[in-house]
């Protein structure tokens, strides 16, 4: 398209616009709607992900060992440990680490109770690794393997854990894909009807244009450029809203819930979540407006 072509069509596309304003300002509010739906709920699943990252790396694998096994046969299973799928890291505990760290947490006030203990380790027999996954799915098919070692006497996990987080986070995400997908369907009817005003509106105009000589591109231009201008505007208003709120809307959820203020650290920035957010929606709601313009025009104007 030529450039003077271009202009025409995005002046014509603003004056569409304006004509039929009140459908234009039902368009741009649902597209609104929509938007700032999809963008709260991405804002969330970025955060949850980031949560489960986080609790992936605590919620571990402790592999205990048959009483006596020697250290060379320990640092075998290591090994192979080490080289199995999904495993990012194998960590090493001795009986010792694990007192000392067992009298720290339970008897930090109180040393006096450990005492008793000061020539017998009672957990002489508690040596273990401490196994990290790259995903909480493949969890359970790490464990398997490593029960089948032998010289294994016990692999924990936190299966209830594991179950509940994967749950959580596709239960989430179906959802979030439900409303938008229905919050869409109802921003392109919207955006097409008031697509199809223009051209009512503008009938006489277009027949005149074509008798003089105009392309069908030309003529259809302005009515695409329209509704990509409603779908832009709809997704640029409720982007900018998130971003200077997002910190806030993060604060307050923080100080309701305090469960969640351990984790605070690990949640993503706001040029973070919006690095991804800002080229999303804007795509979503140029498509959407390209979609529901280009639709109106193929079965409304007759060229």
């Known amino acids: 398209m030529k450039p003077r072509s271009f202009l025409y069509a995005l002046k ?57 096994l020697d250290d060379a046969t320990i640092k075998d299973i290591g090994t192979k440990i080490e080289k199995m799928d999904h495993v990012t890291s194998v960590k090493f505990t001795s009986a010792e680490e694990a007192w000392e760290k067992f009298q720290k947490e339970y008897f930090g006030d109180n040393p006096e109770y450990a005492e008793s203990f000061a020539s017998d380790n009672p957990l002489a027999n508690s040596a273990s690794y401490t196994v990290q996954v790259d ?3 493949n969890q359970n098919s790490v464990v398997a393997e490593i029960e ?3 010289g ?23 959802v979030s894909i439900g409303i938008i997908a229905v919050l869409l369907v109802v921003a392109i009817f919207l955006i097409s009807n008031t697509v199809n005003m223009g051209i009512s ?9 074509k008798l003089i000589g105009a392309t069908d591109a030309f003529v259809r231009a302005p009515f695409i450029v329209e509704g990509i ?18 910190d806030k809307m993060v604060d307050m959820i923080l100080s309701r819930f305090e469960i969640l203020s351990s984790i605070s ?11 991804s957010l800002v080229p999303v929606g804007l795509a979503l709601g140029l498509g959407i407006g390209l979609l ?6 193929r079965r409304h104007l007759d060229i």
């Open 201 to 209: 509106v503008r009938r006489n105009e277009i027949a005149i244009m």
């Open 135 to 137: 995903e909480i799915e």
């Open 12 to 68: 014509q596309g603003f004056k569409n616009i304006w004509r039929n304003r009140m459908f234009s300002l039902a368009s741009i509010a649902t597209m609104t709607a929509c938007i700032l739906v999809f963008g709260i709920f991405f804002s969330i699943l970025m955060n949850v992900n980031f949560m489960i990252r986080t609790l992936e790396e605590e919620v571990g694998v402790t592999v205990l060992f048959d009483e006596g």
């Open 265 to 275: 650290e690990s949640l993503p920035t706001v040029n973070q979540v919006f690095s």
């Open 229 to 246: 201008l409603l779908g832009v505007i709809g997704a640029a208003l409720p982007l900018v809203f998130l971003y200077f709120t997002y």
């Open 152 to 174: 294994v006497r016990q692999v924990n996990q936190s299966a209830a854990a594991t179950k509940t987080l994967v749950s959580f986070n596709r239960l989430f995400m179906y």
């Open 148 to 150: 089948k070692l032998k």
């Open 292 to 297: 529901g313009s280009f639709i109106t025009v």
